[in-house]
T-cell receptor
Framework: AQSVTQLGSHVSVSEGALVLLRCNYSSSVPPYLFWYVQYPNQGLQLLLKYTSAATLVKGINGFEAEFKKSETSFHLTKPSAHMSDAAEYFC?????????????FGSGTRLSIRP | DVKVTQSSRYLVKRTGEKVFLECVQDMDHENMFWYRQDPGLGLRLIYFSYDVKMKEKGDIPEGYSVSREKKERFSLILESASTNQTSMYLCASSFPGTSGLWQFFGPGTRLTVL
């Protein structure tokens, strides 16, 4: 069975500081991994995805994530936080392209940015 | 751009009412999904559909049913709403064969059951 654990339900950083949102996964097969972002009163948007190519994945808005198989982690980072990054972030895992694949979501991390 | 729309952003209903949540996508996607989102629990899959008139239970189908009469429209039905169904409901769709990778989400419907 697949699962995702996001460490920290709420993270607060200062504007300009490093953003680090932690995600660990469990999967019995090579996983596909995602980060989604949800801005207030909106649906989810795909931020980036890992699909077994490069282990360092770059996404939109300056975010990136690194797949570390040995640590079963897929942490999300951004070098310099901006006020517009305040949102809820969801890590997710699936095992493939097929119609039988489901995306399993973590519980989410709310990111706050201090001026 | 793919567009997934949901009929209401906010909805208030009373216990015991029958509730319909509508979702429409404009990209001819075969796959459609209904999730509910609750604080601290992330998104949980209620039902999904791979084709017209086809439906499959997700992880938490109890108390819900769905209808898919047309390819672009996927409805979630609460036969008799209860207060524990107060939640944010998100609809998503995806290309054939890619439900495990690309899902496009609607803006959500925040349902309150009094």
């Amino acid at each position: 069975a697949q699962s995702v654990t996001q460490l920290g339900s709420h993270v607060s950083v200062s504007e300009g500081a490093l953003v680090l949102l932690r995600c660990n996964y469990s999967s019995s097969v090579p996983p596909y991994l995602f980060w989604y972002v949800q801005y207030p009163n909106q649906g989810l948007q795909l931020l980036l995805k890992y699909t077994s190519a490069a282990t360092l994945v770059k996404g939109i808005n300056g975010f990136e994530a690194e797949f570390k198989k040995s640590e079963t982690s897929f942490h999300l980072t951004k070098p310099s936080a901006h006020m517009s990054d305040a949102a809820e972030y969801f890590c997710a895992v699936s095992h493939g392209y097929s119609s039988a694949s489901k995306i399993i979501f973590g519980s989410g991390t709310r990111l706050s940015i201090r001026p | 751009d793919v567009k997934v729309t949901q009929s209401s952003r906010y909805l208030v209903k009373r216990t015991g009412e029958k509730v319909f949540l509508e979702c429409v996508q404009d990209m001819d996607h075969e796959n459609m999904f209904w999730y509910r989102q609750d604080p601290g629990l992330g998104l949980r899959l209620i039902y999904f559909s791979y084709d017209v008139k086809m439906k499959e239970k997700g992880d938490i189908p109890e108390g819900y049913s769905v209808s898919r009469e047309k390819k672009e429209r996927f409805s979630l039905i609460l036969e008799s709403a209860s207060t524990n169904q107060t939640s944010m409901y998100l609809c998503a769709s995806s290309f054939p064969g890619t439900s495990g990778l690309w899902q496009f989400f609607g803006p959500g419907t925040r349902l309150t059951v009094l």
